[in-house]
């Protein structure tokens, strides 16, 4: 899954908690994306950050938050807001200036809600 | 608007048959398009991609795809399947200019299956 890490693999929460997911890269990439999927559902845009200090909202943003403190770190919390967290989650990130390069992935965060 | 369609949910083949999985897209501009493959519990793993150039791509695994600008599609092929290529696969595509060059946009996903 180059060079993106995301921790934990399993994360079980209960309802009304505040939970945050890891997303670590060592490549060097400006731009970081969090991504929601669900079964047949493909994947969906949460947040995403094209730099540090930077984000905007994607296409699902509402009960989650982000922060972009460091070029290498783009944790994601998921809030009690959030009314149907259990998903798969996924990192990824692309270099900037090339439009035309693919993103990395890392290799996913399954949320459960107990 | 940007978006893609994966008109089939799940694609049986016999191992050793040809694959085809198919994309079309809509995007303004010139499109960026990918293929990405998912084994269960795993991150994306990139296949191939189409810039411009020659119309057929090759990529990973014996993969190719063919980009069809009449038809906006492009359609994931391989001539004869493994039963290892079974596996959710996921078309993206991204416009070529714009302020948010990075972002993609994916299809729903195929779950392909090749049986033995």
């Known amino acids: 899954d180059g060079g993106i890490t995301q921790s934990p693999k399993y994360l079980f929460r209960k309802e009304g908690q505040n939970v945050t997911l890891s997303c670590e890269q060592n490549?060097?990439?400006?731009?970081m994306y969090w991504y929601r999927q669900d079964p047949g559902q493909g994947l969906r845009l949460i947040y995403y950050s094209q730099i540090v200090n930077d984000f905007q909202k994607g296409d699902i943003a509402e009960g989650y938050s982000v922060s972009r403190e460091k070029k290498e770190s783009f944790p994601l919390t998921v809030t009690s807001a959030q009314k149907n967290p259990t998903a798969f989650y996924l990192c990824a990130s692309i270099g900037t200036g090339e439009a035309y390069n693919e993103q990395f992935f890392g290799p996913g965060t399954r949320l459960t809600v107990l | 608007a940007q978006s893609v369609a994966q008109p089939e949910d799940q694609v049986n083949v016999a191992e050793g048959n040809p694959l085809t999985v198919k994309c079309t897209y809509s995007?303004?501009?010139?499109?960026?398009l990918f293929w990405y493959v998912q084994y269960p519990n795993r991150g994306l793993q990139f296949l191939l991609k189409?810039?411009?150039?020659?119309?057929l791509v090759k990529g990973s695994y014996g993969f190719e795809a063919e980009f069809n600008k009449s038809q906006t599609s492009f359609h994931l092929k391989k001539p004869s399947a493994l039963v290892s290529d079974s596996a959710l696969y996921f078309c993206a595509v991204r416009r070529d200019r714009g302020s948010t060059l990075g972002r993609l946009y994916f299809g729903r996903g195929t779950q392909l299956t090749v049986w033995p």
């Open positions: 189409y810039i411009t150039g020659d119309n």
């Open positions: 490549l060097n990439h400006d731009a």
């Open positions: 995007v303004s501009g010139n499109p960026y």
